[in-house]
């Protein structure tokens, strides 16, 4: 897997305190008018291809040579030991399922120049999946991913809080969350975090087409019915589910962040309620 | 001791592994019977061994499932389990290496699956899944939702027949003392309304004598 790369930076910070603004430094963080003064679809993402942006897709693995996914850059799956320690090593299997495959092929077709990166988290059977789950997040943020696709979520509060923690410090670090939102009346985790981007279903066709919800905790609906998808076996299936929504919005990310590689998550947050189909919407 | 009591006695009065497992089976039938499907299964975490077992089986398999086993991180159900999200799959005829798995284990392959997590609580206990839906109704989020209410259904009937195991696991394991509180609460819950009163009458008599010797 490649080193972590710096971000972007509109300044350094090291002149400043991390707490606190003196007069004096208020001019250190002028930020100007970039944005326009109406954030239109074609300024957020027109003509891009997401190249360059690194996304992580954690999930049960990716085919590597599946046609609809094309490169992965690396991959790495995460394994209890019988000594119950999570050691990350290269995935030599690539998909034990077909839904990170499904996952990576959505990114790809949305953003064909990002760059596609896989942790498989499962695999290793259902004991102690939540600990797996919370260390391979822990070690995706710490390659600085620009996204990070998680289609999956835990109902076991003992872990809300270090998810809390880690969904936190990746919004610190440029790092976002995209988390598919539960369609069950049942409490979990990360996808309820605000620091996340949280994603449910709609049923039109358009890939590029999502809404904003004003009353989250959900808070965007990309497409997730009826989806031709990649599979294992170098096959495609039709697929639903809020999991397939979840890297669509992931691509839209890529595509913003590819032409506005300044964006923090809050601003990037910020972007895509300014251009939901239901908001400003049109081109 | 006193939980084990509390376990026997319910031990004593729920009902058999029989009629759970019959609402689990009217479960899968129904789920079957809306959706038009071929088939309908419920698997059952098994956290001692880190297995799904297939627990409730309509339609397709019915004869030959129940009872087998398969890793718990395993396959699409595997992944249901494990991610706790809902997964809607179709045309899956595409994907020789499922097809040959699938066929290798239960010598059924679907071509459409529908697989939504049994959620309880804080608990992922199994899986719903329904297979080979008629495909004349394209899908829609209204089929998810209705997916997601048998699954709670589906949840709660599993709970049942978990805590009732239990039970019986913890009444078999605490030999004849437990045994026979057990089998006085069965007894009692089997009377009509006019025998059980003197019975529960003796039984106030004992539960006060038993409280006046503590005290001393």
Partial sequence: ?283 | MTENLQAAVSAGVMSAESEHRALLQSIVEVARGIFSARASSIFLHDEAADELVFEAVAGEGSDSLVGMRFPSSKGIAGWTLVTRQPLVIEDLKQDPRFSREQAESTGYVPEAMMSVPLLHDERALGVLQVLDRSPEIEFSLGQMELLGLFANQAAIALDLLQRARHARAVLAESGSDAGVIARVASALEELDEEQREPVLRLLGALDDVLRADVSF
């Fill in chain 1, 1 to 283: 897997m490649a080193e972590p790369e710096p971000k972007p930076e509109r300044y350094t910070g090291e002149t400043l305190p991390a707490w606190s603004l003196p007069a004096a430094a208020s001019a250190e963080i002028g930020i100007g008018v970039e944005w326009p003064e109406r954030v239109t679809r074609e300024w957020a993402l027109g003509g891009s291809t997401g190249a360059g942006i690194r996304v992580c897709i954690l999930d049960s693995g990716i085919q590597p040579d599946h046609r609809l996914v094309g490169e992965v850059e690396g991959a790495v799956a995460l394994r209890k030991t019988d000594e119950g320690e999570i050691v990350v090593e290269d995935d030599t299997e690539g998909d034990l399922c077909g839904h990170g495959t499904a996952c990576a092929g959505i990114v790809r077709s949305l953003a064909p120049d990002c760059r596609l990166f896989s942790v498989r988290v499962l695999g290793a059977g259902f004991k102690g999946s939540g600990a797996v789950l919370l260390e391979g997040l822990r070690w995706a943020i710490g390659q600085g991913f620009d996204v990070i696709n998680m289609s999956l979520s835990t109902t076991k509060k003992q872990f809300s809080g270090l998810l809390h923690e880690l969904a936190d410090s990746a919004y610190f670090r440029r790092t976002v969350l995209v988390a598919s939102a539960h369609n069950m009346p049942v409490e979990s985790y990360p996808w309820r975090f605000s620091s996340v981007i949280s994603v449910g279903s709609h049923e039109e066709k358009d890939p590029l087409t999502f809404f904003y919800n004003p009353s989250p905790p959900v808070e965007f609906f990309a497409r997730g019915v009826n989806v031709e998808v990649a599979w294992i076996g170098s096959a495609t299936v039709r697929s639903s589910g809020n999991s397939f929504a979840t890297p669509h919005m992931s691509g839209i990310c890529a595509l913003i962040l590819a032409k506005h590689p300044e964006l923090t998550p809050f601003q990037l947050k910020s972007v895509l309620y300014l251009i939901a189909s239901n908001v400003g919407g049109a081109p």
